[in-house]
Nanobody, 120 residues
Framework: VQLQASGGGLVQAGGSLRLSCVAS??????MAWFRQAPGKDRQFVAS????????FYAESVQGRFTISRDSTKSTLYLEMNNLRPEDTALYFC????????????????WGQGTLVTVSS
């Protein structure tokens, strides 16, 4: 059972990136993206249910980020637009039995993280 995140990189403020998280070993229902900046706690970004029809976002990314999934590819996505320097962090994908949970300890499976750096 693994989650493999990718797609991070260096981008200028106002730019865009798309993160991917490929699941292997089993099918996951409720999934989410979190991020962790240096010296800070892991922070909720967005979550999605198993059907892809129910999503929830942190206020700081609402209207700029879009979470989606392609179940045929066992892949979770995070489309990030209008990026800001404060979005700089290591981004993680996670899976939980519970839907739209904001606390990291409710997620039992994590990917390894992909680094997003936004320059001003």
């Amino acid at each position: 059972v693994q989650l493999q995140a990718s797609g991070g990189g260096l981008v200028q403020a106002g730019g865009s990136l798309r993160l991917s998280c490929v699941a292997s070993g089993r099918t996951f229902g409720n999934m989410a993206w979190f991020r962790q900046a240096p010296g800070k706690d892991r922070q909720f970004v967005a979550s999605i249910d198993g059907t892809g029809r129910s999503t929830f976002y942190a206020e700081s990314v609402q209207g700029r980020f879009t979470i989606s999934r392609d179940s045929t590819k066992s892949t979770l996505y995070l489309e990030m637009n209008n990026l800001r320097p404060e979005d700089t962090a290591l981004y993680f994908c996670g899976a939980s039995r519970r839907l739209h949970v904001l606390t990291p300890n409710s997620y039992s499976v994590w990917g390894q993280g992909t680094l997003v750096t936004v320059s001003s």
